[in-house]
């Protein structure tokens, strides 16, 4: 049985994640890095809505952030977010 500390951070992590403007944004975030501009156009939402969830998911361990000058690339924080995502996809396809 898991420990009382890992059931709350995990029970953190799927309400992180229940969101679906944010799981529109970890979706995109397959196909790799792109920076808050393409993001936006992707999930239709505004630039400043779509940096507001990002730093939601990157607080969370979801997402990381580079920095190039000016310009901010995120992309999914490792494998793990990607297999959560694949698998939930792929469960929901079934």
Do not use: N
């Not at 779509?50 to 580079?66: I, M, P």
């Not at 494998?79 to 396809?93: I, N, Y």
């Amino acid at each position: 049985m898991p420990a009382p500390d890992e059931i709350r951070l995990l029970a953190d992590l799927f309400a992180l994640a229940a969101d679906p403007t944010r799981l529109r944004l970890l979706a995109a975030l397959l196909h790799g890095e792109k920076c808050v501009c393409e993001l936006s156009g992707e999930v239709d939402s505004s630039v400043s809505a779509v940096s507001h969830q990002l730093r939601l998911l990157r607080a969370g361990g979801l997402v990381g952030r580079r920095r190039e000058g000016r310009h901010a690339y995120y992309s999914l924080a490792d494998d793990h977010v990607e297999a959560l995502m694949t698998m939930g996809l792929s469960h929901v396809r079934e």
